[in-house]
């Protein structure tokens, strides 16, 4: 069994005051109340007045008697003081988890088809990955060791003439036998230069030339008026 709670010099004076003033206003409003009222008024007040003091006056002084003087003009007023006893703890103890808490365990365990798209990786994509047309046959060097002059197709230059060799592209019959596809691959993979093969219309160029025949640009070529 717990010991009693003792009273100390302080306490005791000050309740002792606290009762009397509890007294006073029990005999002061018996005539106009009633007993039964004045006394629960007397003694509301006494109780009052005595935690009041005892908190003011015995600082320091921790008094389970106030606690218990608390609880019981709660349970005479209808109420039940806030933090007294086991249902304080109980209802502190069945309070809802924070916001937080509950948000973060809700993202825990959400489906993973509600889960940010952006989670997963985007592999990257290049022209090359996107498959666009056919890489046409490449030569390692050019036949006989000599290679046409590409220069005479409209829209070839000297630098784009190196690119082309650098490819593979030596000669006129090599481009005029690209199709549709073998056309988009090389329009894509000009560095620099894409879409020129189809602008231009290399392919039509280069059949009249790899057959001996000439184009107006061609002639021009070969008499040093363009380069």
């Known amino acids: 069994m717990s010991e009693a709670p003792k009273w100390t010099t302080c306490q005791i004076v000050c309740w002792a005051l606290a009762g009397l003033a509890g007294l006073a ?10 007993f039964i009222v004045a006394l629960m008024l007397g003694a509301a007040l006494a109780v009052l007045l005595g935690l009041v003091f005892t908190r003011l006056v ?16 709660g349970k005479m007023m209808g109420t039940q003081p806030v933090g007294s006893g086991t249902d304080g703890d109980a209802a502190g103890k069945d309070q809802p988890a924070s916001k937080p808490a509950e948000a973060k365990e809700a993202a825990a365990t959400a489906p993973a088809s509600e ?5 997963a990786p985007t592999a990257a994509r290049t022209d090359k990955d996107a498959g666009e047309g056919t890489r046409p046959e490449t030569l390692s060097a050019p036949k006989g060791g000599k290679a046409d002059n590409l220069k005479e197709i409209k829209g070839v230059g000297p630098k784009l003439e190196a690119l082309l060799h650098e490819m593979g592209f030596y000669h006129f019959d090599q481009i005029a036998s690209w199709g549709p596809d073998e056309v988009a691959w090389v329009d894509e993979n000009l560095k620099g230069f894409k879409g020129r093969v189809s602008r231009d219309n290399w392919v039509e160029q280069a059949k009249t030339l790899a057959a001996g025949g000439e184009t107006e ?10 380069y």
């Open 115 to 119: 889960k940010d798209e952006t989670d």
């Open 217 to 226: 640009f061609s002639k021009r070529v070969e008499d040093g008026d363009v």
């Open 58 to 73: 015995c600082s320091g002084e921790t008094s389970a008697l106030e606690a218990t003087a608390g609880t019981t003009v």
């Open 25 to 34: 206003v029990l005999l002061g409003t018996t005539g106009s109340l009633g």
